[in-house]
């Protein structure tokens, strides 16, 4: 039995495999410039943030009906209940719908579609967050709100996500004041690619609550400090981190370093059918290659679940956090 844990730091859109997108190509009568699964899997070579998008943005071309929303998210939340996965925190990116000519009631009905019968179907509550592209413009951001105020009952929080160089978090500073007065929560992606001082501007002028991946935290002990002592929440994505460069393999991946610090972090999957692995792996790549211990990897579960926004139902944190405590660790688990 792998260990319970949530995942919070999740695109929906990276979850889409191979042989569904090729599936979903079929049913839409769309061509996929790959002449078979294989052929796409190859494709799967990044050297940065950047290439990794071209591909991203351009396989989406196959999402068109809400079925094709729905099919994605089950999916993905069959892939995550069998890895252990409890609650899911989901990112979605309707710019790059919208841009398509897909609209917003289709995506959110679409993943609404799988997520309402999510408990019933994988035993995974969910949540749903809508990002922003941040290299988009802040008035297409804004506008982006406007679109989703019919759908806001299913969404829980505002993200940022996207080529972050040359795009600092203060670009959103409007929408994300929006965003808090319409009662959404706040996360944004920064310092992943980007230099520690996106980290801050995160902070103190959008109001993040988390802040995903985080990592480059590590160049700025003050910044380490203080995310320590308020508590901040990272959700790293340690399979990502080698695909996509920010490290060069694993084993200098920085998060025993950073749990010894004492930051609040979490291990996430990012877009698992892109960077080789569901939530489970990275727990058991990290396990492995970083030598983390039982403690260890009980700690970054129990963080998942706190760092998870649950504040509407303790009850089901409790849960999920004394079914942390009960774990019993196995050989080959995570
Ligand atoms: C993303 Cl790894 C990553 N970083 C930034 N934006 C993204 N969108 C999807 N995956
Ligand atoms: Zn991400």
Redesign the pocket.
């Known amino acids: 039995m792998p260990l319970p844990k949530a995942e919070l730091h999740l ?1 929906i ?2 979850t889409l495999e191979p042989e569904l997108a090729f599936e979903l190509a079929a049913r839409n009568g769309v061509t996929l410039p790959y002449a078979d699964t294989d052929a796409l899997r190859e494709a799967y070579r990044f050297e940065d ?1 950047q290439s ?2 071209d591909l ?1 943005y351009e396989l989406m071309a196959v999402l068109r009906t809400e079925q094709d929303f729905a099919d994605l998210a089950d999916a993905y939340l069959a892939r995550a209940a069998a890895q252990g996965v409890r609650h899911a925190e989901i ?1 979605f ?1 309707p710019q790059a719908h919208l841009a398509r000519g897909v609209a917003m009631g289709t995506v959110v009905e679409g993943l609404w579609r799988a997520l309402g019968s999510s408990e019933a179907r994988h035993g995974v509550s969910t949540r749903l967050i809508m ?1 922003f592209l941040r290299d988009e413009s802040a008035e297409s951001a804004l506008a982006t709100l406007q679109a989703a105020r019919p759908y806001l009952d299913r969404i829980t929080g505002v993200g940022l ?4 160089v040359g795009h600092p978090p203060v670009k959103f500073r409007e929408v994300y004041e929006a965003a808090a007065a319409l009662g959404l929560r706040r996360v944004a ?1 920064a310092g ?1 690619e980007g230099p520690p001082e996106y980290i801050t501007e995160a902070l103190d002028v959008l109001g993040v609550e988390r802040v995903d ?1 985080g990592l480059r935290c590590m160049e700025d002990p003050a910044l380490v400090e203080r995310l320590v002592r308020e508590r901040v929440p990272l959700t790293l ?1 340690p399979l ?1 981190n080698v695909r ?1 460069r920010a490290v060069d393999t694993l084993a200098d991946h920085p998060l025993p370093a950073m749990l010894d610090a004492g930051l609040l972090c979490t291990v996430n999957s ?2 698992p059918a892109y960077f080789g692995g569901y939530a489970g792996d990275n727990f058991a790549a990290v396990r492995e290659t970083l030598h983390l211990g039982e403690d260890r990897l009980r700690e970054l579960a129990r963080n998942s679940f706190l760092a998870s926004f649950l504040e509407d139902d303790e009850e089901r944190r409790a849960r999920y956090l004394a079914e942390v405590d009960a774990y019993e660790f196995g050989d080959a688990v995570s």
């Not at 996500?161 to 972050?164: K, R, T, V």
């Open positions: 695109h859109e990276g943030l990794f998008l991203y990112f990116d990002c996500d996207s080529a972050e992606h992943e991946h994505c990502s996509l990012d877009d």
